[in-house]
């Protein structure tokens, strides 16, 4: 029998987490009285996360691993996992005990009322201050940019219905962000609050450069707006230097030419010097994106999958 509710968690390298994860997830699924599975995806793991796994997979049949042949990162995990999820409420979760598993019924009877994506917004935030307010920014910025209506871009905590989940595993696009991937498949989006706890154990995988790398996929991958914005600043600079160069030249013919003040010439270029250089950058992202594409490598290398369900 198919399960009714898909459970996706990505994992890497969680070894105090799993069991403590697993133990309070499955009583929950238990109660909700409907056939279900849970997905774990083992990025690469350097740790015992794998062999825990293994141990859940042997003992609970409802339980099926996805190993990957290295660390592809969070959002490939969580893909690699819709592929061979059967539910028709698939869920995501992170594995850190951050998004309590207490809140997946809330979401399932949100999706049965008819939403097909359900995000979250997390009551009472527990991270750390700057790990908010890189996400404040950067969720007001996808705001504005992508015209998306979320309230909360990072917590991983959310319901898909199968229709959703059907048409991301038909997307190949190298990198992705699946919360905004869903949103612009959604017929019919909703969001609830939920409770956000600290992490349990370890530390975020989320370095500084992950984190910048993950929000330029968020906004290069879903917008050109900031090309868009780029060609204005050129636009409008060309317009300033014109007018500029016509009042040294009616200088010129008043008061003379000038000497004076090559220093703040100096200031004033370098300032034209970054926004190129920026613009460059930007660009080359965009580049980046298609060669990516172009290229068409796997996302991802599965080593094998482990469960019950797919024993011969
Ligand atoms: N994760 C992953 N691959 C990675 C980084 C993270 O599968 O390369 C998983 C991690 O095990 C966790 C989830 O993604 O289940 C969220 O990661 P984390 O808690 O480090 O992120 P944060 O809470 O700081 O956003
Ligand atoms: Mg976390």
Redesign the pocket.
């Known amino acids: 029998m198919n399960p009714y509710i898909s459970i996706v968690?990505?994992?890497?390298?969680?070894e105090p987490n799993i069991q403590r994860l697993f133990s309070r997830l499955y009583p929950v699924m238990q109660e909700t009285g409907r056939p279900f599975e849970i997905i774990f995806?083992d990025?690469g793991s350097r740790d015992r996360s794998l062999e825990l796994l293994k141990a859940l997979a042997a003992a609970n049949p409802e339980v099926r691993i996805v190993e990957f042949n290295g660390?592809f990162?969070?959002h490939m995990?969580i893909l690699a996992a819709f592929e061979i999820s059967r539910g028709d409420i698939v869920i995501t979760l992170?594995?850190?005990l951050?998004n309590p598993p207490e809140e997946i019924p809330k979401l399932v009877a949100e999706i049965e009322k008819g939403h097909d994506v359900v995000g979250s917004i997390r009551q009472k935030r527990q991270?750390t201050f700057f790990?908010k307010t890189a996400s404040l920014m950067v969720n007001i910025a996808t705001r504005k940019m992508t015209g998306m209506k979320m309230t909360d871009y990072?917590c991983?905590l959310r319901a898909y219905h199968r229709n959703i989940v059907d048409n991301i595993n038909r997307c190949q696009e190298a990198s992705t962000f699946i919360p905004a991937l869903a949103q612009t498949f959604a017929s019919s989006p909703s969001e609830v609050e939920v409770a956000h706890a600290e992490?349990l154990e370890g530390e975020?995988?989320?370095s500084l450069y992950?984190l910048i790398r993950l929000n330029f996929d968020l906004m290069t991958g879903f917008s050109v707006v900031p090309l868009q914005l780029f060609a204005l600043v050129g636009i409008l600079t060309s317009l300033f230097a014109v007018a500029f160069a016509g009042f040294l030249l009616v200088r010129r013919f008043i008061i003379g030419a000038e000497v004076e003040g090559v220093f703040t010439l100096f200031a004033i270029l370098f300032f034209f010097l970054g926004i190129t250089i920026f613009g460059i950058g930007i660009v080359g992202e965009y580049v980046g994106r298609i060669y990516q594409e172009v290229r068409r490598r796997p996302r991802y290398v599965v080593r094998t999958v482990h469960g019950a369900a797919d024993e011969p």
């Open positions: 968690i990505p994992v890497y390298n969680e995806t990025d660390n990162g969070q995990a992170d594995a850190d951050q991270d790990r990072g991983m992490r975020s995988k989320y992950k």
